[in-house]
């Protein structure tokens, strides 16, 4: 590597650091290099297998990282100790909180083999510990007892609209635990359409915040539930109706 790149991702690493910082993270010199190194391997496996369509350093600093650790802001850290990210992909928003927070469990939830794969790669490569990589259909999986009502938080960005993503993700959440949504755009709609649907699966709607982050030009949200009564067995119902049949 030439001196210019190492002082270019130097440069890169400490920008991540000060915008960590305005959430209240303090990163580690280690952490950071952990964040490179996810970066380089997540753009060299995207070379085979669709994982991103962001691939530019800063990019992924931002849209991926700093995005992910903006759930931070919904979320009172001491009362989560177990997480489940569902629709992971490549790991986000799961692995970038991993790597901040060494010390909770996670589980990363992924119907695709192929990300999966990708998933086992990185956990490793990192040395991350307490983390289970879990291949199947939330649909399915949210039956398991091993899985069902045992995470204090629940996570998931960009997998489907309110109404289907609460269904494939309140089963997984504990009673007195929380599903934090990541979302983009204008959501007001989207919330009002999933009222019925956070109902019926035993959540409360708690909190919709918007992201202040100069970062993001466009609008972000976080939509936090909390789950206040047990999720009725139905739920969810068999792969792809929380998709074709939104509840509400
Ligand atoms: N959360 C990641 C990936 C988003 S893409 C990110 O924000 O970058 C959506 C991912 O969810 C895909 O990898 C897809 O395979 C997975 N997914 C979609 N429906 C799912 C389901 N029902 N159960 C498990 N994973 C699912």
């Not at 802001?73 to 970038?96: E, R, S």
């Not at 939330?138 to 091993?146: G, M, N, P, S, T």
Request: charged letters at 25%.
């Amino acid at each position: 590597m030439g001196l210019e790149l190492i002082n270019a991702i130097i440069t890169t690493m400490e920008k991540l650091k000060a915008r960590a910082k305005r959430l209240g993270l303090e990163l580690t010199q280690g952490q950071l290099e952990q964040f490179d190194v996810y970066y380089q391997e997540l753009v060299g496996w995207n070379k085979r297998t669709n994982l991103t369509a962001i691939t530019d350093y800063e990019e992924v600093q931002i849209k991926h990282f700093l995005d992910s650790l903006t759930v931070t802001l919904a979320w009172q850290k001491t009362t989560a100790n177990t997480v489940i990210d569902v629709g992971t992909g490549a790991g986000i928003p799961g692995i970038p909180l991993k790597i901040v927070f060494p010390d909770i469990k996670l589980v990363l939830l992924e119907a695709t083999a192929k990300k999966a794969a990708f998933l086992r790669h990185i956990t490793a490569k990192l040395g991350l510990e307490d983390v289970e990589i879990v291949v199947g259909r939330a649909e399915v999986v949210a039956h398991d007892a091993r899985y069902r009502e045992s995470f204090d938080l629940v996570l998931s960005r960009a997998v489907a609209p309110l109404p289907t993503l609460v269904e494939l993700t309140l089963p997984f959440c504990a009673f007195g635990g929380s599903f934090i949504a990541q979302k983009k755009g204008a959501i007001a709609q989207e919330v009002a359409q999933a009222g019925k649907a956070i109902a019926t699966l035993g959540g409360s709607l708690r909190e919709v915040k918007r992201i202040e982050l100069a970062e993001f030009a466009d609008e972000r949200y976080l939509v936090a539930i909390d789950k206040v009564s047990p999720t009725p067995p139905q739920y969810p119902r068999r792969p792809g109706m929380p998709g074709k049949r939104p509840l509400g």
